[in-house]
């Protein structure tokens, strides 16, 4: 089966602009999560998405929003770009409830100039 | 404040030799576990897993020990590989917060032939 696709791998903006990152996960999964990678600080978790409920939460400030759609496809959006937000943006799948099988996308690699 | 820690940023390991990478965590509600292994320019695949209830989980080369009083966990890799070189998470889950996956910063392991 296929995997979790994140489109597009790369991204180079300029500060201040927006960006929208999307994510398809696997057929039949209903959970989406999304993770920031910068060195140094591991996965920093942003967002949970539930049929198309977000369930969860991480501390990032509300620049950060996410959505999720009825066939679970999931955008991740960062408005107002800083620096800082230059990092590898993971979005990982599972089938939801009590499966913890979750499988990561190859990730979309963000640069902010 | 970061619940989960691998406190060693990096270890090289001879190749047949032992690897052992450790995690400890401050949240007692913790009550599932991960290790989660990537690859540059790849998203995290997960590796191996371990309730709570349990003290070990063995799958092929890779076991994890979980000790709860002292919230600290360990991946077992033996024999160790050249392509087991890569940055290894440990992840943790309560499980009653859906699917909000709390991850170390990560070890990366080099296994030098």
């Known amino acids: 089966k296929a995997g979790v696709t994140q489109t597009p791998r790369y991204l180079i903006k300029t500060r201040g602009q927006q960006v929208t990152l999307s994510c398809s996960p696997i057929?039949?999964?209903?959970?989406v999560s999304w993770y920031q990678q910068t060195p140094g600080q591991g996965l920093q978790f942003l967002f949970e998405?539930?049929?198309?409920?977000?369930?969860n939460k991480g501390n990032f400030p509300g620049r950060f929003s996410g959505r999720q759609f009825s066939n679970s496809r999931s955008e991740m959006n960062v408005s107002t770009l800083e620096l800082g937000d230059s990092a590898l943006y993971l979005c990982?799948?599972?089938?939801?409830?009590?499966?913890?099988?979750?499988?990561f996308g190859s990730g979309t690699r963000l640069t902010v100039v | 404040d970061q619940q989960v820690k691998q406190n060693s940023p990096s270890l090289s390991v001879q190749e047949g030799r032992i690897s052992i990478l450790n995690c400890d965590y401050t949240?007692?509600?913790?009550?599932?576990f991960l290790w989660y292994k990537k690859y540059p320019a790849e998203g995290p695949t997960f590796l191996i897993s371990?309730?709570?209830?349990?003290d070990k989980n063995e799958d092929g080369r890779f076991t994890v020990f979980l000790n709860k009083s002292a919230k600290h966990l360990s991946l077992h890799i033996v024999p160790s590989q050249p392509g087991d070189s890569a940055v290894y998470f440990c992840?943790?889950?309560?499980?009653?917060?859906?699917?909000?996956?709390?991850f170390g910063p990560g070890t990366s392991l080099s296994v030098i032939p």
């Open positions: 371990i309730s709570s209830i349990k």
């Open positions: 992840a943790a889950i309560v499980k009653t917060s859906y699917d909000k996956v709390i």
């Open positions: 057929s039949g999964h209903r959970s």
């Open positions: 998405y539930f049929s198309e409920t977000q369930r």
């Open positions: 990982a799948s599972s089938p939801g409830g009590q499966d913890y099988g979750y499988t």
């Open positions: 949240n007692s509600m913790f009550d599932y």
